[in-house]
């Protein structure tokens, strides 16, 4: 399984960014799939999950609202469009995949992306 996330940058704060996921060596559309984020000194956190159906998306209070998780099951891509960022949403970004979506609310995924990394200045 290989999982790439691209998209990161630099961007202002209130400014939007998509983020993506290619994932390969796996059938795409029988797992669920998630973000995660790492900021500097902080633990790793639970941003979004969607399905593998698609048909449910999952979001911690905190990400609701601004942040949203969607996939493409014919690019085998799997996308995070973040809006109105705040210096806070710095940290790196990273993607997941999981036969079963309860897995990622307990922190964790069979297989991990490396990571793209999102800097918002203030």
């Known amino acids: 399984v290989q999982l790439q996330a691209s998209g990161g940058g630099l961007v202002q704060a209130g400014g939007s960014l998509r983020l993506s996921c290619l994932a390969s060596?796996?059938?795409?559309?029988?797992?669920?799939m998630a973000w995660f984020r790492q900021a500097p000194g902080k633990e790793r956190e639970y941003v979004a999950a969607?399905?593998?159906?698609?048909?449910?998306?999952y979001y911690p209070d905190s990400m609701r609202g601004r942040f949203i998780i969607s996939r493409d099951k014919s690019r085998n891509t799997l996308y995070l469009q973040m809006n109105i960022l705040k210096p806070e949403d710095t940290a790196i970004y990273y993607c997941?995949?999981?036969?079963?979506?309860?897995?990622?609310?307990?922190?964790?995924?069979?297989?991990w992306g490396q990571g793209t990394l999102v800097t918002v200045s203030s």
């Open positions: 997941a995949l999981d036969k079963r979506v309860s897995t990622f609310w307990k922190g964790a995924a069979g297989s």
């Open positions: 060596g796996v059938t795409f559309s029988t797992y669920a």
């Open positions: 969607i399905a593998w159906n698609a048909g449910q998306t």
